[in-house]
């Protein structure tokens, strides 16, 4: 049962130009989100998150989005750079449940 | 500045064979967790922990246990290796359960053959 979906297994975009990663969650009962970013042979690491209260939150490039009605949530990246190129997971948590997307991978292109 | 740190980097075992996972984190952490992310997948969690002596399963907890005997060390144990726990492990850690944001090592690539 996947409870965090990223439908969109990779996506390339120019640098310059925005980045739209997208995840969908199932649980209402979720209700604190969170997305990493991640290199290879490296660990993820927390890039931005959100509580339920919120509907945006933003930190320098990049802002997360949340829609609570169609249980939706997406991170835009703004401008993309190449150092951006990485896997980005979304997760969502409730009390003591947390739980991941299986990432999108993004290529930002010079 | 170490943060959380999993030894070995790499591993090949044999079936049936047993081994070790280390995690230590040097934050003063009180909760641990260990996952695993199969290729195309999130991550998933086995096992995770609230505090020294105090440990409980997450969504895949079979073939796996941990032990929690100070802050700092949290070890996952494969008893029996099996080929569907070939996989990339990561250990993590954070302040509190949920509403944190989680401190992750750098994963342990293990393969059963």
């Known amino acids: 049962d996947q409870q965090v979906k990223q439908n969109s297994p990779s996506l390339s975009v120019q640098e310059g130009r925005i980045s739209i990663l997208n995840c969908d969650y199932t649980?209402?009962?979720?209700?604190?989100f969170l997305w990493y970013k991640k290199y290879p042979a490296e660990g993820p690491t927390f890039l931005i998150s959100?509580?339920?209260?919120?509907d945006k939150n933003e930190d320098g490039r990049f802002t997360v989005f949340l829609n609570k009605s169609a249980k939706h949530l997406s991170l835009h990246i703004v401008p993309s750079q190449p150092g951006d190129s990485a896997v980005y997971f979304c997760a969502a948590s409730a009390d003591n449940d947390m739980r991941f997307g299986a990432g999108t991978r993004l290529t930002v292109k010079p | 500045n170490a943060g959380v740190t999993q030894t070995p980097k790499f591993r090949i075992l044999k079936i049936g064979q047993s081994m070790t996972l280390q995690c230590t984190q040097d934050m003063n952490h009180n909760y641990m967790y260990w996952y695993r992310q199969d290729p195309g997948m999130g991550l998933k969690l086995i096992y995770y922990s609230v505090g020294a002596g105090i440990t409980d399963k997450g969504e895949v907890p079979n073939g796996y246990n941990v032990s929690r005997s100070t802050t700092e060390d949290f070890p996952l144990r494969l008893e029996l290796a099996a080929p569907s726990q070939t996989s990339v492990y990561f250990c993590a850690s954070s302040y509190s359960l949920g509403y944190q944001p989680q401190h992750f090592g750098d994963g342990t690539r293990l393969s059963i053959l």
């Open positions: 959100i509580s339920s209260i919120k």
């Open positions: 649980n209402s009962m979720f209700d604190y």
